[in-house]
T-cell receptor
């Protein structure tokens, strides 16, 4: 089973609307991060929320985390055409005690299209 | 600010050839991670190193090997390349004292013909 599964897989909205993407995971985590990737390009870190946090804001981004449901959501408000990209959630988990032993596991991503 | 550097950015190889990808972490970062992202797929963790020692292993094929050198740069060696190895390979680095955020490089796009 997949850690960090996002839904929807694809989302198409009009410019100015809000976009909400959800992510579910299966194991306990240290933190959950959201990344953005333009087609075939690099991964850009957007925002990180720790396991003891419930909500975090950064500009037009709002992330929530519900550890009891093992789920997170990313809300992009007032979307722009430039927000068109794939969005991945990734969970950071401690594999074993010791430095360098954290593992980042990505979900399958949501492909967001913002139509001008 | 300095970022993670990967080279080459693009690489084309034939089946059964070998390839070496290089990663130069952010200065003072001592932990390096490698990820593979197939077409339309999510990034998959391959392997990580801390202070030149392998610290964790993910879904890395036996045909692949990697190491971290004394200057903390890392190389991913891929042998007997297969068509399915065509992917984007990301390297990320972090400060071993604070694993919260891994900083990703731009990736190397490997195409196996």
């Amino acid at each position: 089973s997949q850690q960090g599964e996002e839904d929807p897989q694809a989302l198409s909205i009009q410019e100015g609307e809000n976009a909400t993407m959800n992510c579910s995971y299966k194991t306990s985590i240290n933190n959950l991060q959201w990344y953005r990737q333009n087609s075939g390009r690099g991964l850009v870190h957007l925002i990180l929320i720790r396991s003891n946090e419930r909500e975090k804001h950064s500009g037009r981004l709002r992330v929530t985390l519900d550890t009891s449901k093992k789920s997170s959501s990313l809300l992009i408000t007032a979307s722009r055409a430039a927000d068109t990209a794939s969005y991945f959630c990734a969970t950071l988990t401690l594999i074993y005690s010791g430095a360098g032993s954290y593992q980042l596991t990505f979900g399958k991503g949501t492909k967001l299209s913002v139509i001008p | 600010a300095a970022g993670v550097i990967q080279s080459p950015r693009h690489l084309i190889k034939e089946k059964r050839e070998t390839a070496t990808l290089k990663c130069y972490p952010i200065p003072r970062h001592d932990t390096v991670y490698w990820y593979q992202q197939g077409p339309g797929q999510d990034p998959q963790f391959l392997i990580s190193f801390y202070e030149k020692m392998q610290s964790d292993k993910g879904s890395i094929p036996d045909r692949f090997s990697a190491q971290q050198f004394s200057d903390y740069h890392s190389e991913l060696n891929m042998s007997s390349l297969e068509l399915g190895d065509s992917a984007l390979y990301f390297c990320a680095s972090s400060d071993g004292t604070g694993p919260d955020t891994q900083y990703f490089g731009p990736g190397t796009r490997l195409t196996v013909l």
